[in-house]
């Protein structure tokens, strides 16, 4: 797959215009969107999730319990949507809160069993949208594709200010 010229901004262009497809940060939030959306399809038509109610549940799905800070500290997510995820998956039956023994003041969430078996249905379906979405990828390609966005993720990380 040729990518067309236009495509791709360059940093050596200084012309103080903005051509929104080719913005870099434009194109990273379509591809963000398109993946998202597609892995959204398989969580939330059959059982109504959030992608916050989801990402939660995958973080949780193999750990015994976490409170919703560990879970924040997992994840991309910020304190007021794991809190409206944890509620959501609440109402769904598919979490449960207990307290800590060790500290009362701290709640511990883990998936109800209706939870883990819905966690485990939808494994392979994730699983197949992340083939589709790499879909005429080698896997040469696959590890390139995702050492430039560790690479972006780092340049980020080393260049914003806090």
């Not at 929104?20 to 398989?42: E, G, H, M, T, W």
């Not at 997992?74 to 979490?95: I, P, Q």
Request: aromatic content about 6%.
């Amino acid at each position: 797959m040729n990518i067309p010229a236009k495509a791709v901004s360059t940093i050596q262009d200084q012309s103080g215009e903005l051509d929104l497809p080719v913005f870099f940060p434009y194109q990273v939030r379509a591809f963000y969107r398109a993946v998202s959306d597609a892995v959204a399809k398989a969580y939330s038509s059959k059982y109504g999730l959030t992608a916050s109610e989801w990402r939660t549940m995958a973080i949780l799905g193999p750990e015994k319990s976490l409170s919703a800070g560990e879970i924040v500290a997992r994840s991309t997510m910020d304190k007021v949507n794991v809190s409206r995820a944890v509620k959501g998956l609440e109402t769904h039956g598919f979490l449960t809160r207990d307290t800590d023994n060790k500290d009362k003041r701290r709640s511990l969430l883990k998936l109800t069993d209706k939870g883990a078996a819905v966690f485990r249905e939808l494994i392979p379906a994730v699983k197949l949208v992340e083939q589709d979405c790499l879909t005429g990828l080698n896997h040469d390609e696959h590890k390139t594709l995702c050492s430039l966005m560790l690479r972006v993720q780092q340049n980020i990380e080393n260049t914003t200010p806090g």
